[in-house]
């Protein structure tokens, strides 16, 4: 090598370390960054301790034949008999001698305008006894509207598949 080259491939290392060191230095920093400012999940674990933690009664049922121009019977209470954890469970009831009806718990969560999130839901249940027919279906929503008849749910399977709690 001649001195010049020698002096060009002294400069070339040089700057070469630099400026990976400077790459590298903006990669951890990107790195940090990202998880920083990365959304963390946000989890609500109810267990109707406190009443209903502002969750919302709710339901979509027909007309009683037996009472005319009044719904079937249905309800929604806590109740101390049978819960999952705690001392308190939230018990839903509703008249099936009409084959349909739908109540639900409901509640609203604020988040950021134009923000797009992904919502998982879990929930445990309990059926008394296990059946092969399909005596009640358990359904959820998650979405932006306030679910108002039975159509708005989705069945995601039925509530006496198993006998006692389930997920």
């Not at 290392?13 to 590298?24: E, N, P, Q, S």
């Not at 939230?90 to 509640?107: C, L």
């Not at 609203?108 to 309990?126: A, D, P, R, T």
Request: charged share 20%.
């Amino acid at each position: 090598m001649t001195n010049g080259s020698l002096f060009i491939w002294n400069v070339w290392m040089r700057l070469g370390f630099k400026i990976c060191f400077i790459i590298g230095i903006l990669v951890l920093i990107i790195g940090a960054a990202a998880w920083y400012f990365y959304p963390k999940p946000i989890v609500y674990n109810e267990s109707f301790e406190e009443e209903f933690g502002g969750w919302i009664k709710d339901a979509d049922v027909p007309l009683d034949p037996n009472n005319p121009g009044q719904p079937i019977a249905w309800n929604v209470s806590r109740a101390a008999s049978r819960a999952h954890s705690g001392q308190y469970s939230v018990e839903m009831q509703v008249d099936g001698r009409q084959d349909d009806g739908t109540v639900w718990i409901e509640k609203k969560i604020s988040v950021k305008n134009n923000l797009q999130i992904q919502v998982k839901i879990s929930f445990e249940f309990y059926s008394e006894e296990e059946s092969f027919n399909v005596i009640a279906g358990v359904c959820a929503y998650a979405g932006i509207l306030n679910p108002e008849v039975e159509a708005n749910f989705t069945v995601v399977g039925n509530a006496n598949e198993f006998a006692g709690w389930t997920q």
